[in-house]
């Protein structure tokens, strides 16, 4: 059902150009896209030995930027030749290989807890709060970068956009395979600390002194950042919770990481206009980071405590 809203959302984008309607479609895939997450990640883990959660979420996380990446240079490059509707029909066709593709996946029997109210107290458990705001943290990234694509598109076109864009996702899905193998040996807590202790002194030298150097090392601590934290949390998701009530920490888990790419929309953008450019952003986010660096030190002694 989750996977459905994709395509949906997709025809509906191509049949009409009604805002109103494109925004309730939007809607309904928001709810889809939410049960998706939710759902393959918990199948992920379950699939998975304890053991090799990390491995299990690096790979899950590498073929999601993988698809991103391929996303982005083909859609791309199909509207910059032949138009909007034509890239959007071809998104159509691709989902729906997907759509397919989820109906063989093995079911495997896991009671499940269906109480609400679980999700609800797992958000209060000091574990998933700061795993929760490792997720809003390293969602900013993501949201900044979105919010710079309308920018470039109108500047440059689709193609300029789509072959400086696919490089971002394609250094996330490498580090995600990598990440899943170092979280696995070394932990999770020192994984997420080495990952948000980088991106705060490429972003806090973006800021102080803004030269090329500068800036394509943050770009570098960010993907690493990227690629690191989702799988490292995923892995301590499975660490922590029993497979009957995983999907609920998920839930309790999802709601700050898709709330940071909201607020990072807005809030990059209009720190931009406050501040005359990014190199304030940089600052402030550069100490949002160090923070997180500083919250996963107690992490490490208490990463695999029963929530």
Not at 104 to 109: S, Y
């Amino acid at each position: 059902m989750g996977s459905l809203t994709y395509s949906g959302f997709v025809l509906v984008l191509y049949l009409t150009k009604q805002y109103p309607l494109i925004i309730l479609a939007s809607l309904v895939w928001g709810w889809g896209a939410a049960a998706l997450w939710i759902t393959s990640s918990t199948q992920v883990l379950d699939a998975a030995k304890m053991s090799k959660y990390g491995m299990a979420s690096g790979i899950f996380y590498c073929a999601t930027h993988l698809g991103f990446a391929l996303g982005v240079f083909t859609l791309g490059n199909v509207g910059e030749r032949w138009g909007l509707d034509y890239s959007v029909l071809t998104a159509f066709f691709a989902i729906l290989v997907g759509n397919v593709a989820i109906l063989l996946v093995p079911k495997k029997k896991v009671k499940r807890e269906f109480d609400i109210r679980i999700a609800f107290s797992m958000m209060l458990d000091p574990k998933i709060k700061i795993v929760g705001f490792y997720l809003f943290a390293s969602s900013l990234s993501f949201g900044l970068m979105l919010g710079a694509f309308t920018g470039v598109a109108k500047e440059h076109g689709l193609a300029y956009l789509a072959g400086a864009a696919v490089f971002a996702p394609i250094a996330r899905a490498i580090l995600s395979l990598v990440g899943g193998f170092v979280s696995d040996k070394l932990g999770r807590g020192k994984t997420l600390f080495i990952s948000f202790a980088v991106s705060f002194i490429g972003l806090l030298l973006a800021g102080l002194w803004s030269n090329r150097a500068t800036l394509a090392f943050s770009a570098l601590s960010l993907g690493l950042q990227g690629g690191l934290v989702p799988v490292a949390a995923m892995a301590i998701i499975g660490d922590s919770i029993s497979p009957e009530r995983r999907h609920l920490g998920f839930s309790a888990t999802f709601v700050w990481r898709d709330l940071g790419v909201v607020v990072s929309l807005f809030l990059g953008q209009y720190l931009s206009s406050v501040m005359g450019g990014f190199k304030g952003t940089f600052l402030i986010f550069s100490a949002i980071f160090m923070i997180c660096a500083i919250l996963s030190l107690p992490l490490i002694k208490h990463e695999k405590n029963a929530i």
